[in-house]
């Protein structure tokens, strides 16, 4: 397979991933208030007393899944297979890449890759100019391309191994305690969880959640580490590594 033909491949590949109707949230989310974004795009360990209501929690999913669908993008653009011009979506509402609301949230839920496609689409509002403006920038420079023939390979593996552990049903229910989405049914469920590891008292009927969290937890971990050493040319990783150890590769 040739070099374009591979960049062909990833790019269908990617794009087979993305969420139907991904993009519609951004305009839905452009078009609140100030007021309204803040309040909608708190973080969710924040919230008190449960007060977000059921169609915010559906607009909080839609905008997961948007999100992700945008750091798959850049994935694609790293790789050098995705033309950024295949959807207007693609660039955000301005409306929205201004939001503090909005830049903390993105950055709060470490999808920095979204940061990384605004900078090479060139976002950058006007008062990201003023050097002496105490705001938080939307777009964070990119880091270089994947160039090298190879990562096309790195590429598809990272992908097909990030897609195996997304349908494990126990690092889904992991990943969502890890993202504050708590189990509603478990009063002040990450103290409950931190005693029930020391093997302390913790509440009844939570022994099976966390057992669940604590499977996809570990298995989510070693999943990624060998997909880590697959990408820095190892067989495996050893237990220790020294402290002079760096990972080279940009997908790491």
Same mark, same amino acid.
Request: charged residues 20%; negative net charge.
């Given at each position: 397979?040739?070099?374009a033909t591979e960049h062909s491949s990833i790019a269908e590949e990617i794009l087979s991933r993305l969420p139907a109707g991904w993009d519609s949230i951004f305009p839905e989310?452009?078009?609140?208030?100030?007021?309204?974004?803040?309040?909608?795009?708190?973080?969710?360990?924040?919230?008190?007393?449960? =007060?977000?209501?059921?169609?915010?929690?559906?607009?909080?999913? /839609?905008?997961?899944? *948007?999100?992700?669908?945008?750091?798959?993008?850049?994935?694609?653009?790293? #790789?050098?297979?995705?033309?950024?011009?295949?959807?207007?979506?693609?660039?955000?509402?301005?409306?929205?890449?201004?939001?503090?609301?909005?830049?903390?949230?993105?950055?709060?839920?470490?999808?920095?890759?979204? /940061?990384?496609?605004?900078?090479?689409?060139?976002?950058?509002?006007?008062?990201?100019?003023?050097?002496?403006?105490?705001?938080?920038?939307? #777009?964070?420079?990119?880091?270089?391309?994947?160039?090298?023939?190879?990562?096309?390979?790195?590429?598809?593996?990272?992908?097909? #191994?990030?897609?195996?552990?997304?349908?494990?049903?126990? #690092?889904?229910?992991?990943?969502?305690?890890?993202?504050?989405?708590?189990?509603?049914?478990?009063?002040?469920?990450?103290?409950?969880?931190?005693?029930?590891?020391?093997?302390?008292?913790?509440?009844?009927?939570?022994?099976?959640?966390?057992?669940?969290?604590?499977?996809?937890?570990?298995?989510?971990?070693?999943?990624?580490?060998?997909?880590?050493?697959?990408?820095?040319? /190892? *067989?495996?990783?050893?237990? =220790?590594?020294?402290?002079?150890?760096?990972?080279h590769n940009p997908l790491t």
């Amino acid at each position: 397979m040739d070099g374009a033909t591979e960049h062909s491949s990833i790019a269908e590949e990617i794009l087979s991933r993305l969420p139907a109707g991904w993009d519609s949230i951004f305009p839905e989310l452009a078009a609140l208030s100030g007021a309204q974004l803040a309040a909608l795009l708190r973080p969710r360990i924040e919230e008190v007393d449960n =007060t977000r209501t059921t169609q915010d929690a559906d607009l909080i999913t /839609r905008l997961d899944n *948007g999100l992700h669908a945008l750091s798959l993008l850049e994935l694609g653009a790293a #790789a050098g297979g995705l033309p950024l011009h295949i959807s207007d979506a693609v660039k955000l509402p301005a409306r929205l890449s201004k939001s503090q609301a909005f830049g903390r949230y993105v950055n709060n839920y470490l999808y920095f890759g979204v /940061r990384f496609l605004a900078d090479r689409l060139g976002e950058v509002a006007d008062w990201e100019q003023d050097s002496q403006c105490n705001l938080l920038p939307f #777009a964070l420079k990119h880091p270089p391309d994947l160039i090298n023939p190879q990562n096309i390979t790195n590429t598809r593996m990272f992908l097909e #191994a990030s897609g195996a552990y997304e349908e494990d049903s126990w #690092a889904v229910e992991a990943m969502h305690f890890l993202d504050d989405f708590h189990d509603q049914t478990v009063p002040g469920e990450e103290a409950a969880y931190e005693l029930w590891l020391l093997h302390l008292p913790a509440p009844e009927g939570c022994e099976e959640h966390f057992t669940n969290v604590t499977t996809g937890l570990l298995e989510w971990i070693r999943k990624r580490v060998a997909v880590y050493a697959q990408l820095e040319g /190892r *067989g495996s990783l050893p237990e =220790t590594l020294p402290s002079c150890w760096m990972a080279h590769n940009p997908l790491t």
